[in-house]
Nanobody, 116 residues
Framework: QVQLVESGGGLVQAGGSLRLSCAASASTFSIMSMGWYRQAPGKQREVVATITSLGSTDYADSVKGRFTISRDNAKNTVYLQMNSLKPEDTAVYYC??????????WGQGTQVTVSS
């Protein structure tokens, strides 16, 4: 069973920065595609950023230019560097990992709150 544990969330003022971390228990981390998703109250969960096993990245338009996803395979960890945070970034952020279409794993989430 693959376990994903997020950390790094918290309260920050608008314009500030946070770095989220997601640590995976899987020895197969290096071949997993990873992503960050978020869900605000009353809204559906949405993709924020993804990174493939080869390092290709993609971002939601709302965070492009402000957020950066990266991975450290030696540490089985994926990161989300969040800069220029806005109140609308407030949400629970979830880490997602997948080895293939039939094997998907989710973390428990970490709260990010951005005050104006």
């Amino acid at each position: 069973q693959v376990q994903l544990v997020e950390s790094g969330g918290g309260l920050v003022q608008a314009g500030g920065s946070l770095r989220l971390s997601c640590a995976a228990s899987a020895s197969t981390f290096s071949i997993m595609s990873m992503g960050w998703y978020r869900q605000a109250p009353g809204k559906q969960r949405e993709v924020v950023a993804t990174i493939t096993s080869l390092g290709s990245t993609d971002y939601a338009d709302s965070v492009k230019g402000r957020f950066t996803i990266s991975r450290d395979n030696a540490k089985n960890t994926v990161y989300l560097q969040m800069n220029s945070l806005k109140p609308e970034d407030t949400a629970v952020y979830y880490c997602k990992g997948s080895r293939n279409i039939w094997a998907t794993y989710w973390g428990q989430g970490t709260q990010v709150t951005v005050s104006s």
